[in-house]
């Protein structure tokens, strides 16, 4: 009798101790993080992060439901855990501040694909910094992502990322060629009289991806990208 209390009174005991451990201490921790903003006569300026609204926000549950996140991570890991600094996929860690409007947070697990933490921030938008890479020099801006969407093959050939076309329509121009027609060449080009428009998923989902951006500056975080990336 005595020896099961003990045993019993050892599983409450380790329960509750990793539950103080992975729940109560990181709560403590960083359950309360607030975003980060600098003061200037009275008023709040620079706030970071800001909650993603409107297109960003609609853009995010695309992303959810079109499961990207199977491919994707959005976390630049610090020098001492891997190359993503030097693979130019941040100016820095992301850090647990960079998500606290997220619900949950797209931290992702696998990388088939880049890192797309800060895809949209002004650097990945205007240049690659990766010397590998062999899309150089590359504009990653909105009708880059629609046609990398439509068809990521067309851009890098051994791209094993999947086509998103269905996230397009291909209807026939009528009166004048839509501003908004993926500019297709060869194979992937449509019929004469045809064109094919991005849908509002489409166009929401490049909006998040346009809205990524995790290089704000914080307190908690050091830019530690290597000279060559930093900009
Ligand atoms: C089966 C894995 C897979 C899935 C699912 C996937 N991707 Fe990709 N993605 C890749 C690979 C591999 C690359 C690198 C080759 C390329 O650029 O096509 C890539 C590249 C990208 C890039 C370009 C990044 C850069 O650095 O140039 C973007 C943006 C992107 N994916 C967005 C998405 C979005 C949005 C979704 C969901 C709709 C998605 N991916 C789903 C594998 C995937």
Redesign the pocket.
């Known amino acids: 009798m005595k020896s099961s209390l003990s045993l019993f009174a050892l599983i409450i005991g380790s329960f509750a101790l990793s539950c103080y451990a992975l729940v109560v201490i990181p709560q403590k921790q960083i359950g309360g993080l607030q975003p980060h903003f600098t003061e200037e006569e009275g008023k709040v300026v620079d706030p970071y992060p800001v909650r993603n609204r409107g297109v960003a926000e609609r853009g995010r549950q695309?992303?959810k439901s079109?499961?990207?996140?199977?491919?994707?991570s959005q976390q630049v890991r610090d020098v001492q855990n891997g190359s993503d600094l030097e693979r130019g996929?941040g100016e820095r860690r992301t850090v647990a501040r960079d998500y606290v409007f997220e619900q949950p947070p797209l931290l992702g697990s696998?990388r088939?694909?880049?890192?797309?933490a800060n895809?949209g921030s002004a650097k990945?938008r205007n240049e690659?910094t990766?010397p590998d890479?062999k899309?150089k020099p590359?504009k990653?801006d909105a009708a880059w992502?629609l046609l990398?969407?439509y068809e990521?093959?067309a851009?890098?050939k051994?791209?094993?990322?999947?086509p998103?076309r269905y996230?397009f329509q291909t209807r026939k121009i009528s009166g004048q060629r839509s501003a908004e027609a993926l500019n297709l060449t060869g194979d992937d080009a449509p019929e004469d009289g045809y064109e094919v428009v991005p849908t509002a998923a489409a166009k929401d989902?490049?909006g998040?991806?346009m809205s990524l951006d995790r290089s704000h500056a914080l307190p908690e975080v050091k830019s530690t990208a290597p000279a060559a990336a930093a900009k």
Request: charged fraction near 15%.
């Open positions: 695309v992303y079109e499961g990207c996140i199977y491919c994707h996929w696998t088939l694909g880049p890192d797309l895809i990945w690659s990766d890479d899309r590359v990653r992502q990398h969407l990521p093959q851009i890098i051994e791209s094993n990322m999947p998103y996230l989902l490049v998040y991806l």
